[in-house]
């Protein structure tokens, strides 16, 4: 897929003239050829070869975008352009946002205005064009077997979304804990989201503004748990405590624009370099010489370097074996036949504003930092220890499975046992029989399934149309028909006499439809 007649919003060459463009990048490109020559020690009579080449190579490229794709040159492959949100639009969309959900003033008529407010920062229509997008993906790998290949922007914001969303809806193995981590690895890390750009966290960025790419996407994978709850291994606080630590600078994961520059700072590994390694479940519960420091770091051996920081996902892995608090004790896995592709329903109707951005903990502040709750809560109790008195509410809401899990450990602690980890206990419980797991499904069930499929077709055929309608219409064809490369699409179908095909008209004999 591939967006016509468009260039880079951030760039500032996008709607000007053919002239005014070329100088525009001309000068850009003078630009980064003098920095890069001037550091590399380049001699100025090379520089001023580079100089005098620079304006053709331009214009021959700007000539070959006004062209355009020719789509003969490529066999059997259909150029589909979209439309996307630039990253133009998803700052503004955010500032709206936050005005809503962070207002510096309340409003005259809150309920009203809230909502008024979230309608007008389109916050959950950009949702709905990613989810749109990606489900378009998904349908034409999943039904139709085809390879699909973005040209999208720079690829590394919407593109990094579009790709991540369609493999999590069809792959499971991205559903899971594991798979998630290399998802993120694969499509945002080593593809090079720039993080530092995007989120402020340097001083020569902060003129560009806050774009949140990457918690857009955390919030669309929301959006699909919320309506999938039994296809995650994770539930919402994993991706919750990664919408607060990409911004927080606390772990080395999401530090720096690339793999280059994190290698060049010396906060990459060599665990990092090589990729995502399996976990290995251990039997027994961690040591204290064995926990996280509390700063983030780890225990580093005599040969590392003390910098290096922890990555977010060592944090999450290691604090998964001791706590269930990212698990979701909901997963089934692959125990149900029909949760292998996932195809959320898209419509802004379906779409929930995230608690994440409008909620917030007064009495200890957000909970994305266990070591200082902790510390805060032994503090509390020592006071209340001392004093006598009880301050706090005992009233919590019931978790069945972290209160039972407690109680293991409590009783193993009692009988002076080391305390097993809390995922060995519910490994060892016993599942029913596969055959007591199917269900019979409904008449009512079986419709529901069926539209919501037949509307996710639907979906990614609008958007079929409608890309090849604007290529027709841009290119001066006749018909939207005659922009295909290859038109027909042939599919069995019990005809009494013979028809007449769509495209061109032919008579067709026999069992087809076109």
Avoid at 280 to 290: N, P, R, V
Wanted: net charge negative; aromatic share 10%.
């Amino acid at each position: 897929m591939a967006e016509s007649d468009s260039l880079d919003a951030e760039s500032g060459f996008e709607d000007q003239e053919q002239s005014d463009r070329e100088a525009s990048v001309v000068r850009f490109v003078a630009r980064f050829v003098d920095k890069v020559c001037t550091e590399g020690g380049v001699t100025e009579e090379h520089i001023k070869s580079l100089h005098q080449m620079i304006p053709g190579v331009v214009a021959m490229h700007v000539e070959m975008l006004d062209a355009g794709i020719k789509t003969d040159a490529y066999h059997k492959t259909e150029f589909i352009p979209v439309e996307y949100t630039e990253v133009r639009q998803i700052k503004s969309s955010f500032k709206k946002l936050m005005r809503a959900c962070v207002p510096s003033s309340p409003a005259a008529e809150q309920e009203q205005s809230f909502f008024r407010a979230i309608e007008n920062s389109e916050w959950l229509n950009q949702l709905e064009t990613l989810l749109q997008v990606a489900g378009a993906i998904v349908d034409l790998i999943d039904l139709l077997g085809a390879s699909v290949m973005l040209l999208l922007e720079d690829g590394w914001d919407f593109t990094a979304q579009v790709t991540s969303i369609a493999q999590l809806c069809l792959d499971p193995y991205y559903r899971t804990i594991e798979g998630f981590r290399v998802l993120i690895e694969k499509e945002w890390l080593a593809f090079g989201h720039r993080f530092n750009h995007r989120s402020n966290l340097l001083q020569g960025s902060q003129a560009s503004g806050f774009a949140p790419i990457f918690l857009q996407f955390l919030d669309a994978v929301h959006q699909i748990q919320r309506q999938f709850p039994l296809s995650f291994e994770f539930n919402e606080y994993y991706l919750r405590f990664l919408a607060y630590h990409y911004v927080s600078a606390r772990f080395r994961t999401f530090l720096s624009d690339s793999e280059l520059e994190r290698a060049e700072l010396g906060i990459m590994t060599e665990e990092d370099k090589r990729g995502s390694l399996s976990r290995h479940h251990k039997g027994l519960e961690a040591s204290q010489d064995d926990d996280i420091y509390p700063g983030g770091g780890r225990v580093s051996s005599p040969g590392s370097s003390g910098h290096l920081g922890t990555s977010v996902f060592d944090y999450i892995e290691k604090h998964s074996g001791r706590h269930s608090s990212f698990y979701n004790f909901l997963y089934v896995g692959d125990r149900i036949s029909d949760s292998a592709v996932l195809r959320p329903v898209k419509e802004l109707s379906a779409l929930q504003l995230w608690s994440y951005l409008i909620g917030e903990e007064l009495r200890h502040g957000p909970s994305y930092d266990p070591e200082v709750r902790s510390l805060d809560r032994q503090q509390e109790e020592e006071a209340e220890a001392a004093d006598g008195t009880t301050t706090t509410s005992q009233r919590r809401i019931a978790d069945t499975f972290t209160a039972q899990l407690e109680e293991l450990r409590h009783l193993e602690l009692e009988l002076g046992h080391l305390p097993q980890k809390w995922n060995v206990h519910w490994d060892k419980l016993e599942l029913p029989p596969p055959e007591q797991l199917t269900r019979q499904v409904s008449m009512t069930t079986q419709m529901v399934r069926h539209h919501g499929r037949s509307v996710h077709k639907r979906s990614t055929i609008e958007i079929l149309i409608r890309g090849k309608t604007s290529s027709s219409a841009g290119g001066g064809g006749d018909t939207p028909q005659g922009c295909y490369s290859h038109p027909h699409r042939f599919e069995k179908y019990n005809y009494t006499t013979p028809s007449y095909c769509d495209h061109c008209s032919s008579l067709l004999w026999g069992p087809l439809k076109c």
